[in-house]
């Protein structure tokens, strides 16, 4: 194989599993403060506040990955 196809593999590889894990974590996230809320709905404003960052971090991670497989493709 060539340089350049293990470098798309990998690319690919890269943003597939960066991707795909965060978006499986923000789909638990979400399912696990609407089962709170579903309990508690009086806390709705903290868990919404905590729920909104910890998506934004989990969010983030994509984006680095996204960064990495840039990187891996193109340098």
Known sequence: MSPE????VAAGLTI???GMLPAW??????SEAMRSLGRNP??????SSNLIVTI???EAIAIY???VALAIKFV
């Not at 974590?25 to 979400?30: E, N, Q, T, V």
């Open 56 to 58: 934004a971090f989990a």
């Open 16 to 18: 597939a599993i960066g």
């Open 65 to 67: 990955a996204l960064v």
């Open 25 to 30: 974590a923000i789909g638990r996230f979400g």
């Open 42 to 47: 009086e806390s709705a404003g903290p868990i």
């Open 5 to 8: 196809v293990l470098k798309n």
